[in-house]
T-cell receptor
Framework: SQKIEQNSEALNIQEGKTATLTCNYTNYSPAYLQWYRQDPGRGPVFLLLIRENEKEKRKERLKVTFDTTLKQSLFHITASQPADSATYLCALGNSGYALNFGKGTSLLVTP | GAVVSQHPSRVICKSGTSVKIECRSLDFQATTMFWYRQFPKQSLMLMATSNEGSKATYEQGVEKDKFLINHASLTLSTLTVTSAHPEDSSFYIC??????????????FGPGTRLTVL
């Protein structure tokens, strides 16, 4: 069955450092992968989408990589700030189908 | 752009009553909306896919008679939890697909509805 794995342990980093979150998947060939941010008691907020034929995507301080051979995506936040503290979800999809979400990784950025 | 609203944000009801949750796409048309529920520290669980003008498609294990979905227009979908019980207490989130994004299924989420059934 399809499986999406995100590190269940919270990631604690110091302000200013780069946060790197991992999303691994098995038994799946997604056409694209998306990253969302979710704050407690709120709905997810879309951040970035990367397609299967793209290796890397950037948006301001965010960078996403997508390795379809390793079946892995890495999500980087550079120069992290306390305001970046949240849960980050990866989601995989194919056109016409609903997204499949991982459980998310909690990020805590301390001053 | 791409804003999705949900109403109400919180609802507390007695066991046995029905609760309706509205999901609206405010600045785009969404032919497809999705309903999820999320338990604490768990992933979003897809409940059903709602297509405008047709019957919703429910995921396995989701009772269609208990979770009634109506997608009457391109900007509104409703989820009605009928005869709610305490085990239905959860965080319900809708999302809408913006077809302007080239068919890549980017979904924009509402802020969620916290349902508590006493």
């Amino acid at each position: 069955s399809q499986k999406i794995e995100q590190n269940s342990e919270a990631l604690n980093i110091q302000e200013g450092k780069t946060a790197t979150l991992t999303c691994n998947y098995t038994n799946y060939s997604p056409a694209y992968l998306q990253w969302y941010r979710q704050d407690p008691g709120r709905g997810p907020v879309f951040l970035l989408l990367i397609r299967e034929n793209e290796k890397e995507k950037r948006k301001e301080r965010l960078k996403v990589t997508f390795d379809t051979t390793l079946k892995q995506s890495l999500f980087h936040i550079t120069a992290s700030q306390p305001a970046d503290s949240a849960t980050y979800l990866c989601a995989l999809g194919n056109s016409g189908y609903a997204l499949n979400f991982g459980k998310g990784t909690s990020l805590l950025v301390t001053p | 752009g791409a804003v999705v609203s949900q109403h109400p944000s919180r609802v507390i009801c007695k066991s046995g009553t029905s609760v309706k949750i509205e999901c609206r796409s405010l600045d785009f048309q969404a032919t497809t909306m999705f309903w999820y529920r999320q338990f604490p520290k768990q992933s979003l669980m897809l409940m059903a896919t709602s297509n405008e003008g047709s019957k919703a498609t429910y995921e396995q294990g989701v009772e269609k008679d208990k979770f009634l979905i109506n997608h009457a227009s391109l900007t509104l979908s409703t989820l009605t939890v009928t005869s709610a019980h305490p085990e239905d207490s959860s965080f319900y989130i809708c999302s809408a697909r913006d077809l302007r994004e080239g068919g890549t299924d980017t979904q924009y989420f509402g802020p969620g509805t916290r349902l508590t059934v006493l």
